[in-house]
């Protein structure tokens, strides 16, 4: 359906910056919310009235002019692979694709200055060209671009080692506001705090620095264990050994290693699964380690080989979930922190409680410089109330949860940041047309 603003639009950017037809409004205004059965039934008709294709800051601040002055929503895409309608426009309006913001500005040592659509997988294999690599990237890393993981997503490989996104793994943004005239905003240090996991609520990133590692060889394994409480302990001792580099340590209990059909033929029944990636020369070290707690390597892949085939990060974080789905699309997940002094009787309640309904899939992460395991649990689920129950009981014994099932920033389980974030929502977009929903109203943030 047309809408009043169309011609006006065209005339503004150009013909060859939008899109108009049904196919591809709906397709870009979707993510992979539908991870979420909850999300699925209330998101699956949310559709853009149009998208826009920039290919400069210049061309986003024209757009960004025109929404102001129409009042317009604009909702801004990376790649579409978030789990939670970050990318899906609630009420309408513009679509924002950044995909053709996509080049590699500068490399330097140890930082990366890259526009928004830069794909992570093109990013890591071009850093590890010149000797360095990416600190954190998502599951999805091949598809995700730099913008949307620092926008939309939190953590991911390399989190064992590096942290989550707050834990300086970006270093500055530029941003634009949503006004007639959009201000072009230099962010750094702490104000970055108020942009980073935002879903583009409060400004419009054109490019971003992130901090690069030195490469590293890194050698990936298969652990099988056929005690899972064997499989926790490894886990954690492997973990918090810093003399060992680590770049993954993802547990998943039996029966999740079963649906990774690609590794059928290394996986052994029955048996849980650690999923590594460790520096090479360390391989002799944690393989006797793992020895000492009843596991035993069923898969390697040298350090030559790193990046050539389909890799063990394929299979972790958020990924996990997916192979679950393909299998069973009744299964959907949680975002679980445990306490890193009680993890394993919190793991013990959980699986007395719950049983199969409740498949433990762990990722073990340093936060706030402090190793600990957090979790994307898988859950069959069954309805919403019984999903709310499961989440109320993991609360009440002490697990967090981070709920995965609303498209709300402050729903979410991050409310410690919504106050400055809110502040900054006001300076910087004042009509409130970017990305509007997916906070609830300033009172629920402010208190």
């Not at 899906?88 to 950044?98: K, Q």
């Not at 499989?231 to 209990?253: G, P």
């Not at 460790?278 to 035993?296: M, N, P, T, Y």
Request: proline share 5%; charged share 25%.
């Amino acid at each position: 359906m047309a809408v009043s603003w169309e011609k006006d639009l065209i005339q503004r950017i150009g013909a060859e910056h939008v899109r108009f037809d049904f196919e591809s409004r709906s397709r870009l205004s979707k993510d992979y919310y539908w991870y979420s059965p909850v999300l699925k039934k209330r998101l699956d008709d949310k559709i853009a009235d149009s998208i826009v294709f920039p290919t400069s800051e210049s061309e986003v601040a024209q757009v960004l002019s025109f929404a102001a002055e129409r009042r317009v929503p604009l909702t801004v895409r990376g790649a579409g692979t978030g789990n939670y309608g970050q990318a899906v426009p609630l009420e309408g309006g513009m679509v924002m694709d950044m995909s053709r913001l996509n080049r590699i500005k500068e490399i330097g040592d140890g930082y990366a200055r890259v526009e928004p659509g830069v794909k992570l997988g093109i990013l890591e294999r071009e850093a590890r060209r010149k000797g360095q690599e990416l600190r954190i990237y998502p599951s999805t890393f091949e598809k995700a671009t730099v913008g949307g993981f620092v926008c939309g997503g939190s953590g991911g490989i390399g989190s064992i080692t590096w942290g989550s996104l707050w834990d300086g793994n970006v270093q500055e943004m530029t941003v634009l506001t949503m006004e007639v005239i959009p201000k072009k905003l230099k962010v750094s240090g702490d104000e970055l705090l108020h942009y980073i996991h935002n879903y583009g609520t409060n400004g419009v990133v054109t490019e971003l620095v992130i901090p690069l590692a030195p490469r590293v060889d890194w050698a990936q394994s298969i652990v099988s264990f056929p005690v899972f409480e064997d499989c926790l302990l490894f886990a954690d001792v492997l973990s918090k050994q810093d003399t060992i580099k680590k770049r993954l340590v993802s547990v998943n209990e039996w029966p999740i290693p079963k649906y990774f059909l690609p590794l059928k033929h290394v996986i052994v029944e029955g048996h849980a699964a650690v999923l590594l990636e460790i520096e090479e020369a360390s391989c002799i070290e944690v393989e006797s380690l793992a020895e000492k707690f009843g596991g035993k390597w069923t898969f390697y892949a040298s350090a030559v080989n790193y990046r050539k085939t389909l890799g063990l990060s394929n299979f972790s974080w958020n990924h996990t979930t997916l192979w679950a789905i393909k299998t069973d699309p009744n299964m959907t997940y949680l975002q679980a922190g445990f306490d890193p002094d009680h993890f394993m009787e919190q793991s013990a309640r959980i699986k007395t409680k719950y049983g199969d309904e409740v498949l433990l899939h762990y990722e073990w992460v340093r936060n706030a410089g402090i190793v600990m395991p957090q979790a994307l649990p898988l859950v069959l689920f069954t309805s919403e109330e019984r999903l709310y129950e499961i989440i109320l009981f993991c609360r009440r014994i002490g697990v967090r949860i981070n709920d995965p099932h609303t498209w709300r920033l402050d729903e979410g389980g991050r409310g410690d940041r919504f106050v400055s974030m809110w502040t900054t929502k006001l300076e910087n977009d004042p009509l409130g047309l970017l990305n509007p929903g997916k906070f609830g109203e300033p009172q629920d943030c402010l208190g």
